[in-house]
């Protein structure tokens, strides 16, 4: 490639790409809910969605009984929506817990909430209202994994 070209491609990207940092974030197993086991990749579910629950330090431990209860019922409730949880850690921004969700697509993850939302009831928003309000800040992201660029070691 050359070190002008290389130099280039740099200065180019410099432009756009303004924010950088690296943290680790650790699955807790005890507040996810896989009844069928846990795996990060099932198959043919390529659409994720994530949801980021920021909370300060002093609410950490409330918010950690909040998510347990959360579980209780969907596993009392028989949910379909299985999920993962982790924890944020080393390099962070801030505390959060994200809990990530697979689906076929968006499609199929709106009719899978729709149902679930429906099997919760109300127990379901008191049990959600509850655990808000432990969170400081909270974030929805939507996207889509690609299994074709990924790489895991046998």
Request: net charge neutral; proline share 5%; hydrophobic share 35%.
């Amino acid at each position: 490639m050359g070190a002008d070209n290389l130099t280039d491609l740099f200065s180019r990207m410099d432009k756009c790409y303004d924010i950088h940092f690296d943290y680790i974030i650790t699955l807790n197993k005890d507040l996810s809910y896989m009844p069928g086991g846990i795996t990060q990749t099932p198959p043919g579910q390529d659409y994720r969605r994530f949801y980021y629950f920021y909370f300060d330090p002093q609410n950490a431990g409330s918010l950690t009984k909040s998510m347990k209860a959360v579980k209780d019922m969907f596993q009392k409730k028989g949910s379909k929506i299985e999920y993962r949880v982790y924890r944020s850690g080393y390099g962070a921004p801030r505390d959060f817990y994200m809990v990530a969700v697979a689906a076929k697509d968006g499609q199929t993850y709106e009719a899978m909430d729709a149902a679930n939302n429906q099997l919760l009831g109300a127990d379901g928003e008191k049990v959600f209202g509850d655990m808000m309000q432990y969170v400081a800040k909270y974030e929805e992201v939507s996207g889509r994994m690609r299994p074709d660029l990924a790489y895991a070691p046998k």
